[in-house]
């Protein structure tokens, strides 16, 4: 599958710097919509398909620039939701991008299982250069919410040898960021995390 960094990419919200949504610092971005519904999901702002609250419409392109504008000071990128497999092409051109060209680590957390995005063409291609996915709905009764898990019942799936377990187990279940009067709370054990 060809991907162009001109594919448009609904995107909720961003973090240029965090220590708790993967090993070492990354530049996180929360994608708008997800369809999947999971029970006592906690971002019911990031489900609606639109742009509308405060998301904006962006292009794989534009978001790869701010990154790499950044890489000296990054050890990867990781992408959340709302559910990112829901724009699999903008996810595959960013992905691409920041792989080809900054050689950042890649973490995707994702609704759809492992099965359901291997046997999904488009969404196969969105991880092609991802080095882990995070797989699986989030089940609210098997609430973990650390190592980049929300529920136990998600998956690890190491696509490639950049991120083992200890790496994981030793990511901070919470962050506090403070920049110019706006409090960021974040990492899995945030209020309002269940991806
Ligand atoms: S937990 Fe994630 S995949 Fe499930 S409904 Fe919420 S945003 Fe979607």
């Known amino acids: 599958m060809t991907s162009s960094p001109r594919v448009p990419w609904r995107v909720h919200a961003v973090l240029p710097r965090s220590v708790a949504n993967g090993p070492g610092t990354r530049y996180v971005i929360w994608s708008q919509g997800c369809a999947l519904g999971c029970s006592g ?9 639109s742009d509308g609250g405060g998301a904006s419409v962006r292009t794989a392109g534009d ?41 950042l680590g890649v973490i995707v957390l994702t609704g759809f299982t492992r099965r359901e995005i291997e046997t999904d063409p488009a969404r196969a291609a969105a991880v092609a250069d991802a080095d882990l996915v995070v ?52 990492g899995m054990a945030a209020p309002g995390r269940s991806l």
């Open 41 to 49: 999901c906690f971002n019911p702002e990031t489900h609606a398909q």
């Open 63 to 103: 978001v790869a620039a701010d990154v790499l504008a950044d890489a000296a000071h990054l050890d990867g990128v990781t992408l959340t939701g709302g559910e990112p497999l829901e724009q699999p092409a903008a996810i595959a051109a960013f992905c691409a991008e920041v792989k080809a060209r900054g050689g």
């Open 135 to 186: 797989a699986g709905r989030y089940n609210e009764r098997l609430r973990v919410a650390r190592g980049l898990r929300g529920s136990s019942n998600k998956e690890y799936w190491m696509r490639t040898d950049r991120y083992g377990p200890d790496d994981l187990a030793a990511v901070p279940e919470l962050e506090i960021t403070i920049t110019a009067g706006t409090v960021t709370v974040t």
